[in-house]
């Protein structure tokens, strides 16, 4: 059987899919692999692992592979010598140790101009500043760079022996030129970093090298993009991605290029050639949902934990959640956020504590959607995914909330399946990247907004709105 490959190197194991190519999936891999935190705030993992695993889970798929598409974890650095051995264990998206350098940073550039040429500000988890504690902190191994590639990158060339990098992905490193698509000469001159480690830039479907049996392997895209195109993102003034993982993004294709003069919300380069996009972040979504569940119901199922919350009404009689567990990106770039419950009363139980968790998550969701709409994009329905999708009660939540319609679509893979779709443009089955969705994409199920709990939401998200000054003021 013909098959597309998808690849998302993620953060805490790879992924990989084969796919027909009309988009039905034949088989699934998941390979994990460690995480290493040898100081507070530090993140890193080690490339060999990525690439081990990689190798295991292409080898069980099977099928004749006709194209492979990659997909991956941002950001994450990985520094290599002029032999391309790896100098240090990587540095991830969720490092924070770059404070300083971040300031530095917008200090060398003028932070309105960074936002100008890099569509965001700096921020700990982007590539640039990891660059530059790196040439602080550790002079040996910095001194001896000649390479710079992202995660998913290292994996591509350990499986072509080229060096390359999506326009997308190299969005997030905060060296790219983003509304040219090209590496930023001022950017790189204003920070030192040599042009000559970075590698080419090519469009998402773009092939980037063959494996040793001559199988083409797309460019690919951050995990973001590539998920965003898994559930028919590719353009203007159609669906929104609405992601509800451990972190939750909405995610607009833009007619063209344009920053967000605040930086609240990051604006890449999308997996479809010469597209834009725009995302709001916030650090914990479903990953809010997890904690509760883990410190106050261990032992129960969250198909329970939601039973539990659909017998409270909306609005939860007054209960209020904060999602500002780790932090927060979109609307407030605040590491230093952090959550609360607020309205708690005698009568509140754990049904009540979950069902503000999933309204906080969905309010937080609506401030990146209304910074969208300031961007101009106009938003009519949304295309959910991820591991909170698979509850009803929070997609009708997060329906209402939002004001819009919530697609599902039949395949649940994300970013390995908008990697496999890129997998099937390269590898000839599908002319481009919009022939790919029209062919593999179907939609199965519409959640409508109801039209009584959004009356209680716009209340609900006009109190939420005014937490985070108030939890700012007394930390």
Request: glycine share 12%; with cysteine; aromatic share 6%.
């Amino acid at each position: 059987m013909t098959v597309l490959v998808g690849l998302d190197v993620g953060t805490t194991g790879v992924k990989a899919i084969a796919i027909t190519p009309d988009g039905d999936v034949v088989s699934r891999i998941e390979r994990p692999y460690s995480l290493s935190t040898p100081h507070p705030g530090w993140s890193e993992q080690d490339p060999e692992d990525w690439w081990r695993e990689s190798q295991a889970a292409l080898a069980e798929l099977g099928g004749e592979i006709a194209g492979i598409g990659l997909a991956g974890q941002m950001h994450g650095l990985v520094a290599l010598d002029a032999e391309d051995r790896v100098l240090r264990p990587a540095i991830l998206w969720n490092d924070q140790r770059t404070g300083a350098e971040c300031a530095e940073i917008e200090e060398r550039i003028g932070l309105a101009r960074l936002v100008e040429l890099t569509g965001n500000r700096a921020l700990p988890g982007f590539t640039a500043p990891k660059l530059l504690w790196l040439r602080r902190h550790e002079p040996d191994a910095y001194a001896r760079i000649r390479h710079v590639l992202l995660p998913k990158d290292y994996v591509r060339l350990r499986l072509t022996a080229e060096r390359a990098m999506d326009a997308a992905d190299a969005s997030g490193t905060l060296l790219l030129d983003v509304g040219r698509r090209t590496w930023s000469d001022e950017v790189l001159d204003a920070l030192e970093v040599p042009a000559e480690w970075l590698p080419p830039v090519l469009e998402s479907p773009e092939v980037s090298g063959r494996t040793a049996d001559g199988i083409p392997v797309a460019a690919g895209a951050g995990d973001q993009a590539a998920a965003a195109l898994g559930v028919g993102v590719v353009g203007a003034g159609g669906p929104v991605s609405v992601v509800l993982g451990t972190s939750g993004v909405v995610f607009a294709a833009l007619p063209g290029y344009r920053s967000d003069p605040q930086a609240r919300l990051h604006v890449f380069c999308h997996a479809v050639p010469g597209s834009w996009h725009a995302m709001g972040v916030m650090l914990s979504a479903a990953g809010s949902l997890q904690w509760l569940r883990d410190r106050v119901a261990p032992n129960v199922s969250f198909e329970g934990l939601l039973e539990e919350a659909a017998a409270w009404p909306p609005g939860a009689d007054g209960l209020l959640f904060a999602p500002y567990l780790a932090g927060e990106r979109t609307p407030y770039p605040d590491p230093d956020a952090r959550g609360a419950f607020v309205g708690l009363e005698l009568r509140h139980d754990r049904g009540a504590l979950c069902r503000a968790v999933l309204e906080g998550v969905a309010y937080g969701l609506r401030d990146s959607l209304a910074l969208l709409r300031e961007l101009g994009v106009e938003v009519r329905v949304g295309r959910v995914s991820g591991g909170g999708a698979r509850g009803r009660l929070w997609l009708e939540i997060v329906a209402s909330v939002l004001g819009i319609p919530l697609e599902l679509t039949e395949v649940e893979e994300g970013s390995a399946f908008g990697a496999a779709l890129l997998g099937g443009v390269a590898g000839g089955l599908h002319s481009d990247v919009h022939d790919a969705v029209a062919r593999c994409i179907r939609v199965t199920d519409t959640v409508e907004p109801d039209p009584a709990w959004m009356a209680v939401y716009h209340d609900g998200h006009a109190r939420y709105r005014r937490l985070y000054p108030a939890i700012k003021g007394v930390l």
